[in-house]
């Protein structure tokens, strides 16, 4: 919220309006959205859904159409796969950023996460072979995307998830264990 706030107040302009000048215009995203208020996405697209407990049965719940200005900057974009790919791909190559900001945001810091360093809004992991990669997945109300990246953007991997909303379903170990079996088949 602080990061919309901030642009709009340096900027004069909304977070889509600088998102568009910025990024999604000179990189060419035509499947990249910010969509401010609106709730519905262009056809076609991914389902999500939520589960909740209602009188001891499950029900499960189509939420795809949904306002995301609540989760504000902090993940309000609808983007393709291909859209991801060309973004991080971009952003690690020094496309978007001049070299000395690159930098800075690759300066990591450990994390509780085993061969996982934070930088400035990307995570650098080390695979079971011992190769870099940038990478920042997320998600919410049941959509979700994967983005990895070598570090120098020529090999990426980007992927779109529609998922039950539960956090013991989405986070579990199953699901870690096959994104990571996936990522060092690749990298």
Not at 39 to 46: C, G, R
Not at 163 to 181: C, G, H, I, K, N
């Amino acid at each position: 919220m602080l990061a919309r706030l901030l642009i709009q107040m340096v900027t004069g302009n909304s977070l889509a309006e600088e998102m568009q000048r910025l990024i999604i215009g000179p990189l060419g995203l035509t499947g990249t959205a910010v969509p401010e208020n609106e709730q519905d996405l262009p056809e076609p697209h991914a389902h999500a859904y939520y589960r909740y407990d209602e009188d001891g049965q499950e029900k499960t719940v189509d939420v795809t159409s949904q306002n995301p200005s609540w989760i504000s900057s902090g993940g309000d974009m609808v983007s393709t796969t291909q859209d991801l790919h060309t973004f991080i791909s971009a952003l690690v190559s020094g496309k978007l950023l001049p070299a000395p900001l690159l930098a800075e945001m690759l300066t990591t810091r450990p994390t509780p996460l085993p061969k996982m360093e934070y930088g400035l809004g990307v995570f650098v992991q080390e695979t079971e072979s011992g190769a870099k990669i940038i990478t920042h997945n997320g998600g919410h109300g049941g959509h979700a995307a994967l983005m990895y990246s070598t570090p120098d953007g020529k090999k990426t991997l980007t992927a779109a998830l529609n998922y039950v909303d539960d956090a013991e379903l989405s986070l579990s170990a199953p699901f870690q264990q096959a994104t990571q079996r996936l990522v060092s088949e690749l990298f």
